[in-house]
């Protein structure tokens, strides 16, 4: 079975200081790969996703994720977070023309000391 | 009202009772899910609907029983819920299904609690 794992599960980070959180998915087939954050008391939101194309994909408020087939990654990065940056941050990935199975990682929480 | 709605926000309910969460979506979408979302458990597809019929269920115990009478509107009629049902239950809407691409979007979640 398809299956998403996220390593971390709370990273603590102060302001500016570069991140990188890592996602890992089972399926060997064709797949497309979502990154959502949830701040806190808000909707779950989508910050990038990948479908084809360049494997290095822009997202929202300066996000980007690299699509690594071979190692079957697509680790979310920036490069100086900040404050308002705090939030869980969810990889989700689902296989290519299914019927919209969504496999969601568990979640990183990531809080950012200003 | 824009986005995905969900009511109600908040639910308590006992083992006997019988209730319906309710998910509307104001984006013109074909497709709407509900999901599962427990403390330290990933997200969890339950039931997948598109253009108003069903495509996905995945393994989802019968006390559970959505109903899509039209592309905007989703619902999970609950009837003799456990205590482990208790959860945070999130409707998503995307403009077709996700295997082709499209992203979704969520609503804020029916906390429920089940005593």
């Known amino acids: 079975a398809q299956s998403v794992s996220q390593h971390n599960h709370h990273v603590i980070l102060s302001e500016a200081a570069s991140l990188e959180l890592g996602c890992n998915y089972s399926?060997?087939?064709?797949?497309?790969l979502f990154w959502y954050v949830q701040y806190p008391g808000q909707h779950l939101q989508l910050l990038l996703k990948?479908?084809?194309?360049?494997?290095l994909v822009k997202g929202i408020k300066g996000f980007e994720a690299e699509f690594i087939k071979s190692k079957f990654s697509f680790n979310l990065r920036k490069p100086s977070v900040q404050w308002s940056d705090t939030a869980e941050y969810f990889c989700?990935?689902?296989?290519?023309?299914?019927?919209?199975?969504?496999?969601f990682g568990k979640g990183t929480k990531l809080s950012v000391k200003p | 009202e824009t986005g995905v709605t969900q009511t109600p926000r908040h639910l308590v309910m006992g083992m006997t009772n019988k209730k319906s969460l309710k998910c509307e979506q104001h984006?013109?979408?074909?497709?709407m899910y509900w999901y599962k979302q427990s403390a330290k458990k990933p997200l969890e597809l339950m039931f997948v609907?598109?253009?108003?019929?069903?495509?996905e269920n995945n393994s989802v115990p019968s006390r559970f029983s959505p109903e899509c009478p039209n592309s905007s509107h989703l619902f999970l009629h609950l009837h003799t819920l456990q205590p482990e049902d208790s959860a945070l239950y999130l409707c998503?809407?995307?403009?077709?299904?996700?295997?082709?691409?499209?992203?979704?979007?969520f609503g804020p979640g029916t906390r429920l609690t089940v005593l």
């Open positions: 998503a809407s995307s403009l077709a299904l996700s295997g082709s691409g499209y992203e979704q979007f």
């Open positions: 399926y060997g087939g064709t797949v497309n």
């Open positions: 990948y479908f084809s194309g360049d494997p």
């Open positions: 989700a990935v689902t296989k290519r023309g299914s019927q919209g199975n969504l496999i």
């Open positions: 984006l013109g979408h074909n497709a």
């Open positions: 609907y598109s253009l108003e019929e069903r495509v």
